[in-house]
C-alpha cells in the first residue's frame, strides 16, 4: 500500500527566509502533486510534476521529483506572509485510476 | 463561474439522521471524486467515477453512497450518520487520460454531526 509522508508537520519561518519542505512516498510512481490549502478553503493545484528529475517553478516556489529515491521537494525562496497555508503532496497510486494519495500536509506560518 | 460547486457549504445535523451533499463541475471531465478531510487535515480518497462509472470504492461504510446521474454530477448520500462522520468532504474533478491531468477541488462541505 502506498503510504505518502510529509516533513515537516509544522513550520514556522521568517519572511525573507528559506527552507524545503520534504515529501516521500513508498512505492513506484510516475505523477507528483503538490497543493496549497488556506484555512477553511480548498485545495488549489501548485505543480504537476511527470517524471525523474522535473523541476518547475512558480514565483518563490519551486518542486523537484527523485522517483528514484522516491522524494520530491518544495523550496521556498525568502518567504513572504502570503505563502502561509497547508502543504500538501500527493501521489498518484496507480496510472490507469487516478488514485491520489495524500500526504500528511505540511503547515507554513510566515511571521515578518 | 464556480468550476467544481458543492452543496452545502455547511452541514449540522444530528446523529441517525440521512443527508446528501450535491456537486457538480462544468470543466467537462470525465472523472469526479470524493475526498474526507478529518480533523488532522488529513485527505483520503472515498470514491471515483469515470462517465458515471464507479471506479474506485475505498472502505468505505455501507451508509455512504454516491450516486452519479450523468458525468457532471457526483452527489453523496449519508445514511444514519455518526458522530465520527464529521469532517470536510471535497468533491473532486479531473480529465483523465491524459498524463498532465490534476484535480480540481470543490470549496468543501463542512458536516457537523451532533
Known amino acids: 500500500e502506498l503510504k505518502v509522508e510529509q516533513n515537516p508537520l509544522f513550520l514556522s519561518m521568517q519572511e525573507g527566509k528559506n527552507y524545503t519542505i520534504y515529501c516521500n512516498y513508498s512505492t513506484t510512481s510516475d505523477r507528483l502533486y503538490w497543493y496549497r490549502q488556506d484555512p477553511g478553503k480548498s485545495l488549489e493545484s501548485l505543480f504537476v510534476?511527470?517524471?525523474?528529475?522535473a523541476v518547475k517553478q512558480e514565483g518563490r516556489l519551486m518542486a523537484s521529483l527523485d522517483t528514484k529515491a522516491r522524494l520530491s521537494t518544495l523550496h521556498i525562496t525568502a518567504a513572504v506572509h502570503d505563502l502561509s497555508a497547508t502543504y500538501f503532496c500527493?501521489?498518484?497510486?496507480?496510472?490507469?485510476?487516478?488514485?491520489?494519495?495524500f500526504g500528511t500536509g505540511t503547515r507554513l506560518q510566515v511571521f515578518p | 463561474d464556480t468550476a467544481v460547486s458543492q452543496t452545502p457549504k455547511y452541514l449540522v445535523t444530528q446523529m441517525g439522521n440521512d443527508k446528501s451533499i450535491k456537486c457538480e463541475q462544468n470543466l467537462g471531465h470525465d472523472t469526479m471524486y470524493w475526498y474526507k478531510q478529518d480533523s488532522k487535515k488529513f485527505l483520503k480518497i472515498m470514491f471515483s467515477y469515470n462517465n458515471k462509472e464507479l471506479i474506485i470504492n475505498e472502505t468505505v461504510p455501507n451508509r455512504f453512497s454516491p450516486k452519479s446521474p450523468d458525468k457532471a454530477h457526483l452527489n453523496l448520500h449519508i445514511n444514519s450518520l455518526e458522530l465520527g462522520d464529521s469532517a470536510v468532504y471535497f468533491c473532486a474533478s479531473s480529465q483523465t487520460g491524459g498524463r498532465n491531468e490534476k484535480l480540481f477541488f470543490g470549496s468543501g462541505t463542512q458536516l457537523s454531526v451532533l
Open positions: 510534476l511527470l517524471s525523474n528529475g
Open positions: 500527493a501521489v498518484d497510486e496507480s496510472y490507469n485510476t487516478d488514485k491520489l494519495i
